[in-house]
């Protein structure tokens, strides 16, 4: 009998071990329902015997585990268009809200600022107009309108007018600026254009006060290596985290790093749900929502990225099958609410659109 109980025992073992080199996937999941036998090995009476008591068990499939190519469903949501609004842009660089239906829209080419209201029956009106290169905007609490033009002084509008800037990042080139909730200014910006992706770093992130007093500097890591490449978007959350994006290849992949207390915590490069070889991260724009998130556009792949302040996905969607087209800047003023401003297509009407739509509350 415990001869018997050996060779069945053996045979088992050596049908697993063989398992451990199939190659075909299916032909390993069939070979599993083979060891449903196990547990009918023959019972081994040693309770007279100084050994230890064996008692038979069983192999189960879901040790193994399954292959699924099925991708995470429940990550995947929908957006709704409330409202469209055509402009007279080809591409909405970037919105910033002066009141409760009142923009600040621009393109960089042609060089246009457009403050703009919306109406009710979704149209347009625009307020005023200034021809004025402009790369990123920001709005001061004094309401005066600062401009990055990708050159190391910052430009300033107040009213209709312009006045002598006081933010200077010499050598540096300012591309993207934001202003945080502590009221500093913080800006991405890089050492020479256009970019020589090839050669790691070029980028730094400065934090200035507003009244022009230069605060941090972030360029290398602890061991002197370089942080950043081109810093094309940047905010903050909250409690203080920093998340910038920034493009590391010269057909526009990209990531999107965290900073927090002035280290790089973690870096989002995509996801394998929505991106693969064919369809890599190439990161557009960044916003914070009310309830401290990020939302990510990725205008090329027509996909919107949800990412909680660590940087973990929370939600994805495409916006193809909710009939947005080439998302690109956003802005989130409350819960619920996303404004997104899109680039025109090639073809047919060349004029960019402003979408405003529901998005689930909790992000």
Same mark, same amino acid.
């Given at each position: ?64 585990? #399954? ?69 990123? #905007?920001? /709005?001061?609490?004094? &309401? ?5 033009? /990708? ?41 020479? /254009? ?7 770093? &070029? ?66 490069? &995509? ?53 947005? /087209? ?38």
């Amino acid at each position: 009998m415990v001869k018997h109980f050996e060779q069945h025992l053996t045979d088992k073992i050596q049908l697993i071990e063989d398992m451990s080199i199939i190659t075909v996937v299916t032909k390993f999941f069939e070979d599993i329902k083979s060891l449903d036998d196990v547990k009918e090995m023959p019972y081994i009476n040693l309770n007279h015997s100084h050994l230890t008591s064996f008692v038979p068990g069983e192999i189960h499939q879901s040790i193994f585990g #399954t292959i699924q190519d099925e991708i995470h469903k429940d990550k995947i949501i929908r957006i709704k268009a409330i409202k469209e609004y055509t402009t007279e842009l080809g591409l909405v660089v970037n919105i910033v809200q002066c009141s409760e239906n009142t923009f600040l829209i621009h393109d960089s080419d042609p060089d246009i600022i457009q403050k703009v209201t919306v109406r009710p029956d979704s149209t347009i009106k625009v307020l005023s107009q200034i021809n004025e290169r402009a790369h990123k #905007t920001a /709005l001061t609490r004094n &309401g005066d309108l600062l401009i990055s033009d /990708l050159t190391p002084k910052l430009k300033i509008i107040i009213g209709n007018g312009k006045t002598t800037s006081k933010y200077i990042f010499k050598p540096f080139l300012v591309q993207s600026i934001h202003i945080n909730n502590e009221n500093q200014l913080i800006v991405g910006a890089v050492k020479k /254009l256009p970019v020589d992706y090839p050669v790691p770093g &070029g980028g730094v992130v400065m934090v200035m006060d507003m009244d022009g007093n230069h605060v941090a500097k972030y360029e290398f890591d602890k061991k002197n290596e370089p942080l950043f490449t081109d810093l094309r978007d940047i905010i903050t959350t909250k409690n203080g985290k920093i998340f910038i994006i920034d493009i590391i290849t010269d057909d526009s992949r990209g990531r999107v790093v965290m900073m927090e207390k002035g280290t790089v915590s973690r870096i989002y490069i &995509g996801h394998p749900d929505i991106n693969s070889q064919n369809h890599p991260f190439k990161p557009c724009s960044t916003v914070a929502t009310p309830n401290d998130n990020v939302i990510v556009s990725d205008m090329i792949n027509n996909t919107l990225h949800f990412l909680d302040n660590s940087v973990h996905l929370l939600a994805y969607c495409n916006t193809v099958e909710d009939d947005i /087209l080439l998302p690109y800047s956003m802005l989130c003023s409350k819960p619920g609410t996303l404004f997104i401003g899109s680039s025109a297509p090639c073809i047919g009407n060349h004029k960019a659109n402003i979408f405003e739509v529901e998005i689930p509350n909790h992000l």
